[in-house]
Structures are given as structure tokens and as C-alpha cells.
């Protein structure tokens, strides 16, 4: 295990090289939720667990054929504890938690009118900076693929108020959730999109779409450390 000093020094070496050889080289893919604690419920009733394994072994798929080592957390549902899946993550470049995203109840019967992926990170992870770096990299990469982000966790309701950190790219700042601020290493958590709307989550289900949205997330983080230094 590398310990946060190690690390840092080591990403910093990294950004002190060209941009192809700046490149992440392992990553934790945590599939988010599990089994007992199955998160949201789509618009058809499947769990957000099931989008979250289906879309994460995908992306871990991706990223190996980029040549990156990659470790899948949760892949078997059985994780309940969030510091477990950081801890798990230990000693990896990069931790990516998928999950798929839903609405605040009085929203639900006009759901339709959300769509879109996010991405959140952390200012208490040791390397929030770097955090940030990677979450841009990978938004831009979903938005070159025709992604656009969703903005309605930063309304100022109950449940939501997140502060944007890139309004632009859908980047929000969730300082306190727990897979983020507990990583030792840069960590993003991915929403692919809204399941409760019923339209997202029919384009969600679509072999080609989840695809897509995997090599884009891969293709932004393979790159993502090089971006501290532009």
C-alpha cells in the first residue's frame, strides 16, 4: 500500500513528464450500491445496483483494453460498508464509483423533465486538486461523445444545494461522501444518468449507450493526470 506521501510524490513525477507517458495506469472501478442497499429504483423498478454493476464491469472492460490494471470493487453486491470499498482501492492510481441517479420524491411524477449524467468529488480527499483534474477530463470525454450534463443537484432544496465546482462540465463538489473523502487516492463518482426517468432509462438499457459512455469514461480517465499540468 502506498502511503499518501508515496503517492502524491508519484503523481507529481508523473505530471513532470510528457503528456503521453502522464497517463493514470491503475484504477478501482467501485460499483456503487450492493445487494442489501440496492440504491435508487428506475422508472420500471430495476435497481440502480443493477445499472451500476452492469455499467462498471463494462468500464473496467474498457479500461483494460487501454492497458491500465484495474480492480472492481463490489462487484458481487456483498459490500456494505463505504470506507471498506476505499480501503479496498488502496494502492490504485485512481478511484471511479458508478452510479446511476434519481430525483428528490416531489419530483418523481414530472421526472421526464431530468436527464443527463454528473460527477462528484471531494475537497476533503487528499488529492482534491487532482480529483477535480480527473473529473474534467472525464466530462469533457462524455460530452465529445454527446453527453450533456444535469444541473438539479445544485438547486437549493432539501436533499440537493450542491455547490458546482464546473457548471459547464457538471461537476459538483460533495465534500462529505464517504467513498470520496475516505480515497487515498484522486476519486470521482460517476452518475450515468436519471433511471427514474423512464425515457433515460430505456437509453440507458441500450447495449450501444452503455457501451459508449464506457469508453468515454475510460478514454477521460486514461488521461485525466495529464490534465493537472495544461
Request: with cysteine; glycine share 8%; net charge neutral.
Amino acid at each position: 500500500m502506498l502511503s499518501g506521501r508515496l503517492l502524491l510524490c508519484g503523481l507529481l513525477a508523473a505530471l513532470a513528464l510528457p503528456v503521453s507517458a502522464a497517463e493514470v495506469r491503475s484504477v478501482a472501478v467501485d460499483i456503487g450500491h450492493s445487494l442489501q442497499a440496492s440504491g435508487a429504483r428506475s422508472a420500471s423498478g430495476q435497481t440502480e445496483f443493477s445499472f451500476n454493476r452492469r455499467a462498471g464491469l463494462l468500464l473496467a472492460q474498457q479500461l483494460r483494453e487501454r492497458g491500465l490494471e484495474v480492480s472492481v470493487i463490489g462487484a458481487e453486491g456483498n459490500i456494505t460498508q463505504l470506507s471498506e470499498r476505499s480501503r479496498l482501492a488502496q494502492g490504485r492510481q485512481l478511484l471511479l464509483s458508478v452510479h446511476h441517479d434519481s430525483v428528490q420524491p416531489q419530483y418523481l411524477p414530472e421526472a421526464r423533465r431530468f436527464h443527463g449524467y454528473s460527477l462528484f468529488v471531494s475537497r476533503k480527499n487528499p488529492f482534491a486538486e487532482l480529483s477535480l483534474a480527473c473529473a474534467r477530463q472525464i466530462a469533457l470525454s462524455l460530452q465529445e461523445a454527446g453527453e450533456r450534463p444535469t444541473l438539479h443537484h445544485a438547486e437549493p432544496i432539501a436533499g440537493e444545494n450542491r455547490p458546482l465546482a464546473d457548471a459547464a462540465l457538471g461537476i459538483y463538489w460533495f465534500d462529505d461522501l464517504v467513498v470520496l473523502k475516505t480515497a487515498t487516492q484522486p476519486a470521482v463518482l460517476i452518475e450515468h444518468g436519471v433511471i427514474v426517468n423512464a425515457a433515460e432509462e430505456e437509453r440507458l438499457s441500450q447495449p450501444a449507450v452503455t457501451a459508449g459512455l464506457a469508453r468515454a469514461i475510460a478514454a477521460g480517465a486514461a488521461r485525466c493526470q495529464a490534465a493537472v499540468r495544461q
